[in-house]
């Protein structure tokens, strides 16, 4: 069964920082490109960043340049986000999901996600 599960979220200061893991199993995670998305109540879910196999990354929310970095870990198969300078408008729930073989800024590219991870930023 594969399974993706979120941690690392919480409630954090404007201005500070988070590290979100996402912790897999079930899957070859060397052969999957990762991805973060958030979804903001009311608001479409929207992709923000995904590593590729080759430890690249892509961007596809420009709000969140030079402030989230995404790194992945395939002896723990893992993928992080590191999220600093956080802002209250990055307030949402923060998910990861994952494509084979690509990256891709839709939803409806990656097959299987986990169950997201709060993330409540206070002014």
């Known amino acids: 069964q594969v399974q993706l599960v979120e941690s690392g979220g919480g409630l954090v200061q404007a201005g500070g920082s988070l590290r979100l893991r996402c912790t897999t199993s079930?899957?070859?995670?060397?052969?999957?490109?990762m991805g973060w998305f958030r979804q903001a109540p009311g608001k479409e879910r929207e992709a923000l960043l995904c590593?590729?196999?080759?430890?690249?990354?892509?961007y596809y929310e420009d709000s969140v340049r030079g402030r989230f970095t995404i790194s992945r870990d395939n002896a723990k198969n893992s993928v992080y986000l590191q999220m600093n300078n956080l802002k209250p408008e990055d307030t949402a729930m923060y998910f990861c999901?994952?494509?084979?073989?690509?990256?891709?800024?839709?939803?409806?590219?990656?097959?299987?996600w986990g169950q997201g991870t709060q993330v409540t930023v206070s002014s």
């Open positions: 079930g899957l070859t995670f060397s052969n999957n490109a």
């Open positions: 999901a994952a494509s084979s073989p690509s990256c891709s800024g839709s939803a409806r590219d990656y097959y299987v």
């Open positions: 590593i590729r196999l080759t430890g690249t990354s892509a």
